[in-house]
């Protein structure tokens, strides 16, 4: 019995010496070298531990709820990794803004034609925005507009003025066509020469073109679907009794006349259920007008594209005086579109305004008689924090081939509407009575050289209360401007400023002249 105990002794002693033997060393921790940055502070640390989590518990650097570790704490540590810890914050704000009043004018048969009245006096609204902003790292990196309440709303201001002026006869050169009421009008020879052109009330006022002789009025009718915005139409202006025609292109924001009067060139939109309604396609067709009636030869020159963070609004284009190229706006820039590349090219770059509405500000444009300037408005950074917040409008010239640009005027507003005169001497535009809210102002109009000195007012309106509609134009000779105020078609003789009334009945909201 004891041999037996000795030898399962000797086993034991045996197993016990050959797993002593065979025992791995003890495990040795591996030291990583890591860029912690945090809190401002950037740290080169040697550290044992294995995972972000644990190496930012080591260095006591704590982890808010919205705060953001590169890479995930989760991570495994390697060596010569860098961690950054973002600091996240929000908070909510509230900013009031003044909401202006708008101005309404109505016609009054009890008041001498002349005067005024005012029926009421105009209040400004308060709107309040309530807006959420993040910081990361004490910097705002976001601001998302939470909710909007209107505190006051505005009250507009109601004035009364004399209706019916009596009328004269005014000499017309050309042809001037306007829009009243929703219909189309035409003027030739003198003021009292004048003949209805379409009778059913229903022009949208989106596209409104004499053709160059003035024979051919192109323009839109509203859509009664709503799954279309509208249809493109064509009327002679030189029938007795003339029929509109269709030329079966429907959605349109924007369409013209090549200088050859042959060639019109459109863009289109998608009708849409949100507000305004349409989302701009910002492409460029054109085609051929053969037998008066049909487009030929359609050709698509620019593909749609989202165009920009405004680009739902559209684009807005103008021929070039040699047909060669569209000079093109957008709500952050200006250029020009080659028709023989299908190439556009921007000449001019500024941030959009910010209209907080349904709406969005995109720049009127001129081209000089001989092609080499394109004159515009430019939304100015008034170095504000918000570029897109900016008041500031300034009228622009662009050399055409993008050498250099030049500013005529500042401080304009954003309704300027530059037109060149005819020889190319001079410039006409609108000037903002209240430049820093020159979307709702009236404005007074002023003529400018062309090189941006002899800047002169030319005309403010009855009342000194300025234009409410920025739509001016020349009179093919250079002689006179056509411009509306108070609903009707006026024409201002630019030597004499003699002004004459061409229309009595109101409802006019554009005018064109060729």
Known sequence: MRKIWLLVSALLGLSLLLSAGCEAPPLVATTYRIRLIADGQEQQIETEAATVRALLAEAEVTIGELDRVTPPEISAITEGMTIAVVRVAQETIVITQTVPFERQTMRDSTIPTGESRLLQSGQAGQLERHYRITFENGQESERILVRETMVQPPRDEIRLTGARPQLHNVPITGTLAYLSNHDAWVMRGSSFQRQRLTYVGDLDGRVFSLSPDGRQLLFTRASTSTEQLN????????????????????DLLWADWAPDGQTIAWSTAETTEQTPGWRG?????????????????????????PGGG?????????????????????PESVGVVELATASRSALLRFPAFRSYSSWAWNPAMTWSPDGAFLATVAHGDDGAADPEESPIFN??????????????????????APQYAPDGQSVLFGRAIIPYQSANSRYTLHLIDRDGSGQRPLYRAEGDSGLEIPIWVWAPDGKAIAFIEMGDVRVLDVDTAALDILTAEGGVTLVVWR
Do not use: C, K
């Open 231 to 250: 249809s493109l139409w064509l009327v002679p202006t030189t029938v007795a009794a003339p029929d509109a025609v269709p030329l079966s292109v429907p």
């Open 281 to 305: 396609n910002n492409d460029l067709w054109y085609a051929r007008l053969i037998d008066g009636s049909t487009l030929a030869a359609r050709r698509r020159i620019l593909e749609p594209t």
């Open 310 to 330: 405004y680009g739902w609004w559209g684009t807005r284009f103008l021929w070039s005086p040699a047909g060669t190229h569209l000079a093109y706006s957008q």
């Open 395 to 416: 009228l622009v010239a662009l050399e055409s081939s993008g050498a250099y640009s030049a500013t005529l005027a500042v401080e304009t507003g954003m309704w300027a």
